[in-house]
């Protein structure tokens, strides 16, 4: 099956800086890839998502890069701000027959500091 | 996106004791799903619900401790059977659409004691 490697397991910026968050997956098959949000307490929300015949979306001052020879992708945030700070995790989904579950990285504290 | 429900949104439960989570979405859904998240961890997928069908439960998951109905395009519930401290966690329902991707419900937190 799916395996999605997530790094950093934290990260720790001054507000305003740039903040990259990488993942690896394994299954070359896999075709979609949401990043999620998820504040302390509350469920996971989508922020961004590419599809593999994409290699880059942006979306304010959020973009993520898809490398589909290397199977990784990332998140971008850049001028940071303190409600950034939150965890984030990438995910996978295999488009094959009727599979349309993710697979889900460890995650990613982000701190922004003010 | 869909608006997702669920129900309890937390609950204290005594070990041997079972608890069902319903999970009500706005609007019809192709796919709904049932993930754990224990503290500080990911998500980790439970099963798929099959609507009029039996669930497709993921590797070291199984029916008998997670049943899981899905009746309709907008109601699933997943039951935690004969629970131990090991099951307190949150509990999540997901949906797929074809235009709003996945989305989540609120979660139930659960402690057993």
């Known amino acids: 099956g799916e395996n999605v490697e997530q790094h950093p397991s934290t990260l720790s910026v001054q507000e305003g800086d740039s903040a990259v968050i990488k993942c690896t997956y394994s299954?070359?098959?896999?075709?979609?890839f949401p990043w999620y949000k998820q504040e302390l307490g509350k469920r996971p929300q989508l922020i961004i998502d590419i599809r593999s015949n994409v290699g880059e979306k942006k979306d304010q001052r959020i973009a993520v890069t898809l490398n589909k020879t290397a199977k990784h992708f990332s998140l971008h945030i850049t001028e940071t701000q303190p409600e950034d700070s939150a965890v984030y995790f990438c995910a996978a989904k295999n488009s094959g027959g009727s599979n349309y579950k993710l697979t889900f990285g460890k995650g990613t504290l982000l701190t922004v500091n003010p | 996106s869909a608006v997702i429900s669920q129900k309890p949104s937390r609950d204290i439960c005594q070990r041997g004791t079972s608890l069902t989570i319903q999970c009500q979405v706005d609007?019809?859904?192709?796919?709904m799903f049932w993930y754990r998240q224990q503290p500080g961890q990911s998500l980790t997928l439970i099963a798929t619900?099959?609507?009029?069908?039996?669930?497709?439960?993921e590797s070291g998951f199984v029916i008998d401790k997670f049943p899981i109905s899905r009746p309709n395009l907008t109601f699933s519930t997943l039951t935690v059977s004969n629970m131990s401290p090991e099951d307190s966690s949150i509990y999540l329902c997901?949906?797929?659409?074809?235009?709003?991707?996945?989305?989540f419900g609120p979660g139930t937190r659960l402690t057993v004691t």
């Open positions: 609007s019809q859904v192709t796919m």
């Open positions: 619900a099959n609507q009029g069908s039996e669930a497709t439960y």
């Open positions: 997901s949906v797929w659409g074809q235009v709003s991707g996945y989305d």
């Open positions: 299954d070359s098959a896999s075709n979609y």
